[in-house]
């Protein structure tokens, strides 16, 4: 089966850092880019990271640029984000997903998120 | 970066009845790089339909994409108990950016 899970949330401090994981299964891990996409309590989608195959691309929505980075360890089949100097406004649920590049970039596989909490 | 508007914001409509939901774009967005999602309660986004028009593995006929350009266009042909949800589209240019979202209620 092919799966996405997330771990790695929690309640942490404004100005404080978490590391969020992927865990991949169910097919060739390194043969995919790939997205972390948030979503507020409340509110749409964000997008906010993105890698390609290879770390050959990284790339960041503007809210999160210079404070997230993206990175990944095909040989753990694993996608990871390093969030930095949190913000109250970076309280989401953060989902990770499979890019299908042809397939126009959509996202087909989403694992099931996990929250993040920046709360004093 | 693209900018993407849905509407309407809300959808209220009967079981068996069809559902036009409509995402449009800033500015053109090259190679049909537009995607729909299905989102519930609590769960993630399931992709619905890519590159405009194309269903994804798995999703019913009665899901339909169309458009090109800055228009774009879902329609669910006859509304099934399951399809109340909210939907978004996403585009992916530079970056990737969703809409807001269309929620399709129970009227």
């Known amino acids: 089966e092919v799966q996405l899970v997330e771990s790695g949330g929690g309640l942490v401090q404004p100005g404080g850092s978490l590391r969020l994981s992927c865990a991949a299964s169910?097919?060739?891990?390194?043969?995919?880019?790939l997205n972390w996409v948030r979503q507020a309590p409340g509110k749409g989608l964000e997008w906010v990271s993105y890698i390609t195959t290879s770390d050959s691309t990284l790339s960041y929505a503007d809210s999160v640029k210079g404070r997230f980075t993206i990175s990944r360890d095909d040989a753990k089949n694993s996608l990871f984000l390093q969030m930095n100097s949190l913000r109250v406004e970076d309280t989401a649920v953060y989902y990770c997903?499979?890019?299908?590049?042809?397939?126009?970039?959509?996202?087909?596989?989403w694992g099931q998120g996990t929250t993040v909490t920046v709360s004093s | 970066e693209i900018v993407l508007t849905q509407s309407p914001g809300t959808l209220s409509l009967s079981p068996g009845e069809s559902a036009t939901l409509s995402c449009r774009a800033s500015?053109?967005?090259?190679?049909?790089?537009l995607a729909w999602y299905q989102q519930k309660p609590g769960l993630a986004p399931r992709l619905l339909i890519y590159?405009?028009?194309n269903r994804a593995t798995g999703i019913p006929d009665r899901f339909s994409g169309s458009g090109s350009g800055t228009d774009f266009t879902l329609t669910i042909s006859s509304l099934e108990p399951e399809d109340f949800a909210v939907y978004y589209c996403?585009?992916?240019?530079?970056?990737?950016?969703f809409g807001p979202g269309t929620k399709v209620d129970i009227k």
């Open positions: 997903a499979r890019v299908r590049a042809y397939w126009h970039f959509a996202m087909d596989v």
């Open positions: 500015q053109s967005v090259s190679n049909r790089y």
């Open positions: 590159g405009a028009s």
């Open positions: 169910g097919f060739m891990f390194n043969t995919y880019e």
């Open positions: 996403q585009q992916y240019g530079s970056s990737f950016t």
